[in-house]
């Protein structure tokens, strides 16, 4: 079966009818580390007048409902196997709210699950789990008629609330003005539960309009990776940012509007004033923007409890080296081989440090197919721009260094790109470079081939670390062979010999 028919067989869709935007996406399967195949979106404002009117307003309606028309189209010509559909607070507020769910649910032939707040915050907080390794802080989830905060710590998540702070809803109480909505976010946001918890941990932004100011940072910063999920700002730049944003876009002179939709640009002030008064009354650590949130937590909460419990980042290393290497079991077989190797040669590692060695080594042969001369940089760019989670901007680097290594060597004429760099530490480049050089030896050795490291071993003695090939294979021998080894061995202080057995 090709992949394009496992596709149509296991694909999975989320049909997302939010306060602001109405949303399909498409995913391969429902699996751990989810793979989109299509994504789009209508920014209809359903949620613009309930708070003033109690009412959808007609025109939002109307687009809402030409948006799903085409969202079931689409879901009929890509043969769609399961499609689920939800809706937030909008949807729940309005009293006219269940009279457009009937249409949609005409329209999109399933039944739209009308989500509570503690349904919609818990979804948040498990796409959140599904998405950043280890989690440890609040979740707030800002759309565009509500707030949902939730306390995840590890898998573990506690009781959350929501509040009427979603930026259409704020705007539409406040009558448009930002000192009314200030008066409403602070009085709010003070008994807020959730905050209580959250001094010194990481506060997680989901939801569009803040992914909005997270762009904005992003361009008037000069950061060099434009990945939005897991880019972290330290809480006290956030609010200084925050507190600047919100006056610049209210007087429209906001450098870099042009990054954001049309529609989404009145609501900036908004959501920038929400972030403040959630800063100053959480005192977090740092705020760190997830693009996980309630479509994926609704598929995490569907999948086994044996398939929630793997890792989200290697399980996505394991769907690249399915697709992109010349063998998938040489990979595997190179996490054994720098297991012995990283062991023999005393190699000091932390239990993070290993996952992400296992998760480089599963994408060390991705880039076979690119010209030669540019197999390390774009590499590295599909590594450190990769849409997948669990794994933080400093990782993603990394791990793009130790592959890019890996094809490009050591000479100065090719050295990494300084901004990629410049995400990791000194001590992290060098085992960059580490492990770059043992994919260099081991791919030289095998051709990407499986079953030739499980028959070489490694043994040390003195300040010599011998890597021994058995007989049948000592005619893979050679003097690159040998100069590459002597290179890994230098750098973990030891004399690289090869041995024939």
């Not at 399967?29 to 989810?34: Q, T």
């Not at 959808?56 to 499609?83: G, H």
């Not at 003195?462 to 890597?467: D, I, Q, V």
């Amino acid at each position: 079966m090709t992949r394009q028919a496992r596709r149509r067989e296991t694909s999975v869709a989320v049909i997302d009818i939010g306060s602001n935007s109405v949303r399909l996406v498409v995913y391969e399967s429902l699996a751990r580390s989810l793979i989109t195949v299509f994504n789009e979106k209508a920014l209809c404002g359903l949620g613009r007048e309930v708070q003033s009117t109690g009412l959808l307003a007609a025109d939002a309606v109307d687009k809402a409902l030409t948006a799903l028309r085409r969202f079931r189209a689409l879901i009929r010509v890509m043969k769609v196997s399961r499609v689920y559909a939800i809706a937030t607070a909008a949807c729940r507020d309005a009293s006219n709210g269940l009279e457009f769910i009937a249409a949609a649910e005409q329209i999109c032939g399933v039944t739209i699950e009308i989500l509570s707040g503690p349904r919609e915050a818990k979804l948040s907080a498990l796409g959140v789990i599904s998405g950043v390794h280890k989690p440890n802080g609040i979740v707030g989830d800002l759309g565009g008629g509500s707030l949902e905060l939730i306390d995840v710590r590890g898998s573990q998540v506690r009781k959350g609330v929501t509040l009427p702070l979603g930026s259409l809803a704020l705007q539409d109480a406040s009558q448009k003005s930002l000192k009314r909505a200030e008066r409403i976010a602070k009085d709010a946001l003070a008994g807020a539960l959730p905050l209580k918890a959250a001094r010194g941990r990481s506060f997680y932004a989901v939801g569009g309009t803040w992914r909005a100011l997270a762009r904005i940072h992003i361009a008037q910063s000069g950061y060099s990776l434009k990945v939005m999920h897991g880019y972290s700002i330290p809480a006290a730049e956030a609010l200084r940012f925050a507190k600047r944003l919100r006056v610049l876009a209210s007087t429209d002179q906001l450098a870099d509007i042009d990054l954001v939709a049309d529609a989404r640009r009145p609501l900036l002030a908004y959501a920038a004033l929400v972030l403040e008064y959630v800063i100053e009354a959480s005192k977090p650590k740092a705020i760190v923007f997830s693009t996980y949130g309630v479509r994926e937590g609704l598929l995490y909460e569907q999948l086994p409890v044996a398939e929630r419990a793997k890792d989200g980042l290697i399980c996505a290393a394991q769907d690249l080296n399915a697709l992109l290497s010349r063998s998938a079991r040489h990979a595997e077989e190179l996490i054994g081989w720098t297991d012995r190797l990283f062991r023999v040669a005393k190699v000091r590692e932390t239990e993070d440090d290993r996952r992400l060695r296992r998760a480089a080594c599963l994408m060390s042969d991705i880039g076979w197919r690119v010209h030669p001369d540019h197999r390390g940089e774009q590499t590295l760019a599909l590594i450190a721009n990769g849409n997948f989670g669990d794994v933080t901007h400093q990782e993603r680097a990394f791990m793009a260094l130790s592959v890019f290594y890996r094809y490009a060597g050591f000479s100065e004429q090719n050295e990494p790109p300084g901004p990629v760099r410049e995400l990791v530490t000194p001590a992290m480049d060098e085992r960059a470079r580490l492990l770059g050089a043992a994919f260099r030896v081991a791919h030289l050795i095998s051709a990407a081939r499986p079953g030739v490291l499980p028959a070489t071993h490694f043994r040390s003695s003195g300040r010599k670390l011998m890597l021994v090939f058995e007989h049948e294979l000592v005619d893979l021998v050679a003097d690159r062979v040998g100069s590459r080894f002597k290179q890994l061995g230098r750098m973990v202080g030891r004399a690289g010999t090869i041995v024939r057995r």
